[in-house]
């Protein structure tokens, strides 16, 4: 059963997001946020993201009807302990998919959810190796604009996943919103494993 009044809100403009919470079937809305997303000087990728995941949330929160649960997430890509965010231009992601080509690299999923003065949060970690992949092909995956908007210029979910020789970890955390620590998360509210895998009635 899904607690009484339960007011839910995605806080992201990431449709990927939208689309991995609304499998659970729950009512929630969407709130658009935008924080800063610049690593500070030192900080490890994982107290990065959490960091980022947790001001997305704090941000909805303060936009949000005060009852309201506010879940938000950040993903990054990581090579060598070096955090790649979304590309800026060809060149950028002519770069990161060079350097991520042949080799394996982790995709870290941060989720963050708040309720009144309660904080909970989630980590993901997948790790994915990539084939070699040729110059020709990055400039045509470019082309098709799958990366424009994407940690480390790839989307699994989409033709990137041309690129993924393996894949340990969350297929749907790679994608944005790890699905398994989301409902552990939202067991906090109240919504057990086995409502989620009913789903809301149509
Ligand atoms: C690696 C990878 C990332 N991504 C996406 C997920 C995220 O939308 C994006 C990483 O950027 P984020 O800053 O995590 O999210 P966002 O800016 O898109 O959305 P929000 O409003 O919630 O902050 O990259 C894929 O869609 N597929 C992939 O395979």
């Excluded at 190796?129 to 908007?149: K, M, N, Q």
């Excluded at 210029?153 to 990137?160: F, M, P, T, V």
Aim: proline share 5%.
């Amino acid at each position: 059963m899904q607690p009484k009044d339960l007011k839910l809100i995605l806080a992201s403009t990431s449709p990927r997001r939208r689309e991995l919470l609304g499998r659970f079937g729950l009512p929630f809305e969407v709130l658009g946020v935008e924080v800063e997303e610049v690593p500070r000087r030192g900080e490890a990728a994982e107290d990065y993201v959490r960091r980022v995941a947790s001001d997305k949330s704090a941000q909805g929160q303060s936009m949000a009807p005060s009852d309201a649960a506010v879940l938000a997430a950040d993903t990054e890509v990581v090579l060598d302990g070096q955090i790649f965010g979304k590309p800026q231009g060809p060149e950028h992601a002519r770069e990161m998919l060079g350097r991520l080509s042949g080799r394996t690299h982790e995709v870290l999923s941060a989720v963050s959810l708040r309720r009144g003065n309660c904080h909970w949060q989630a980590l993901s970690v997948s790790r994915v190796r990539f084939r070699d992949i040729g110059l020709e092909e990055i400039d045509a995956y470019w082309a098709s604009g799958e990366p424009a908007d994407k940690a480390g210029a790839y989307a699994i979910q989409g033709r990137g996943e041309l690129f993924v020789a393996e894949l340990q970890g969350s297929f749907s955390g790679v994608m944005g919103l790890p699905l398994l620590e989301t409902a552990r998360l939202l067991q906090q509210l109240g919504l057990g494993t086995a409502h989620l895998l009913a789903g809301a009635a149509p």
